[in-house]
């Protein structure tokens, strides 16, 4: 527990469950970047079938779905889920309730796509997560996955909100994986790099998200596009 009183880390499911209320109006600058950049990397999804891991309230989901690709979107938080259920477009969505932490529902290469976004910084075992994830993903198809970029923690940053009910800021739980960490895991599970890129608080996410003014320039995200290697089983 920090030693700032103002400060309360709770479990990850328990963080998420109470930030659903507040996630989709939280002006938070790392959401901006990730909503910019994660279309660009998957490309055009029309007819694919896309699977949304850790979906939370559902904001890539949406627009996969409206875009014309065939979505299963999966979140272990009560919360989350409700709000993503509840939004315009959502009925064409298939939700699934289950942690990803555990070994996920689905039949092998059942995916043209499967994206990841901002979930492995508070994963633990990510060979188990990335074995995982190539596991669902056809050979043809690719792994997107976007993360907050470990230099944030060089900031004091990690995955946080403030309750409105208390004031407190709350962070669910995250694990301090650095870039090689997932660079690691993910060469283990078999998985090989086709697009890697790093982005930072520009002047227009900056306008529009005051946030994150102060972080101007330095790195905040982190988004990867990988192919399952044909040589490893």
């Not at 959401?31 to 559902?58: M, Q, Y």
């Not at 520009?202 to 102060?214: H, I, L, N, Q, Y």
Request: one cysteine or more.
């Amino acid at each position: 527990m920090p030693a700032d009183e103002n400060i309360r880390v709770l479990s990850t499911r328990e963080g998420y469950d109470l930030w659903a209320a507040v996630y989709d109006q939280d002006g938070n600058p790392l959401i901006a970047l990730d909503a910019r950049e994660v279309p660009r990397v998957l490309g055009d999804v029309r007819g694919l079938r896309i699977a949304d891991i850790g979906c939370g309230t559902g904001r890539h989901a949406l627009w996969l779905a409206a875009a014309g690709a065939n979505v299963t979107a999966l979140d272990f938080s009560t919360a989350m889920l409700a709000q993503a259920r509840a939004k315009p477009g959502a009925s064409c969505i298939t939700f699934v309730r289950h942690d990803v932490a555990a070994s996920l529902p689905f039949r092998d290469a059942a995916f043209d796509r499967v994206l990841c976004s901002l979930v492995i910084d508070h994963i633990a075992d990510l060979d188990g997560l990335f074995r995982e994830l190539k596991r669902i993903c056809t050979p043809q198809g690719c792994v997107v996955i976007s993360v907050m970029h470990p230099a944030m923690m060089l900031r004091g940053i990690q995955a946080r909100f403030t309750d409105p009910a208390t004031g407190l800021e709350t962070r669910p739980r995250s694990c301090p994986n650095q870039i090689a960490d997932y660079v690691m895991a993910l060469t283990r599970a078999g998985l090989r790099f086709d697009h890697m890129s790093e982005h930072c608080v520009d002047d227009a996410v900056a306008a529009a998200f005051p946030r994150g003014r102060k972080y101007l320039g330095w790195p905040m995200l982190v988004v990867m596009r990988l192919s399952p290697r044909r040589d490893i089983p």
